[in-house]
């Protein structure tokens, strides 16, 4: 793995939690473990074997982390207007 390659997709890649993973799955291309590649970017051998079958079913995409909800906001969208508004007042 050269650094010209970590340079490349660090610039082209703006998630560094996608980074990390396409890091992760090169380093196991280059023929480390799964158990010393997680411990070389600091996730647990779970974690590392999680992204492995992602990326296996899914290539790139399956790397993207996904964030399907959340808590549903408090806020009715003309507080979130006022909102916005207030903060570009104080901006100015």
Do not use: H
């Not at 890649?13 to 980074?19: G, L, P, S």
């Not at 997680?38 to 779970?46: E, H, M, P």
């Not at 079913?57 to 964030?67: A, R, T, V």
């Amino acid at each position: 793995m050269g650094r010209k390659w970590v340079y490349e997709v660090k610039k082209l890649e703006k998630d560094i939690r996608v980074f990390q993973r396409l890091y992760f799955i090169r380093r196991l291309c280059r023929g480390m473990s799964v158990e010393e590649v997680a411990g070389l970017v600091g996730v647990t051998k779970a974690t590392g074997y999680a992204w492995l079958k992602r990326w296996n079913s899914n290539g790139y995409e399956g790397l993207i982390p996904d964030f399907g909800g959340g808590r549903p906001s408090k806020l009715t969208e003309e507080q979130k207007e006022k909102l916005k508004e207030m903060l570009k007042k104080k901006d100015s």
